[in-house]
């Protein structure tokens, strides 16, 4: 078993979480957003709850798919040796 994780692997880990952090905090903002809205507490045209509805979705999916790949990576590096540019090529493309 291999604890050492290579320290810019590591960098990447923590920049993949906190990018999955704020990107999370935003869609819950659209949900509560959505809520509201159902509930009569604010009002925004159908068109507009339709594009919040669907930023939130897409960006839901799209966070889970960042972060899992950065958890994923942290715990496969303990074990296998891996390349961190490939991990910051993710990032740059996500």
């Given amino acids: 078993m291999n604890d ?21 905090i935003l869609m819950m903002i659209f949900g509560v957003i959505m809520l509201m ?3 009569e507490m604010i009002s925004i045209t ?20 960042l972060g899992g790949t950065a958890i994923l990576w942290y715990f496969l590096s ?7 540019a490939i991990l910051i090529v993710n990032f740059v493309l996500f």
């Fill in 78 to 84: 303990k074990y296998v040796k891996l390349n961190p």
């Fill in 46 to 65: 159908p068109q507009w709850f339709y594009k919040i509805m669907t930023a939130h979705g897409t960006g839901m999916v799209g966070i889970a798919a």
């Fill in 37 to 39: 809205n159902q509930g």
């Fill in 4 to 24: 050492a994780i290579h320290p810019l692997a590591r960098k990447a880990v923590i920049w993949h979480l906190a990018v999955t952090a704020l990107v999370l």
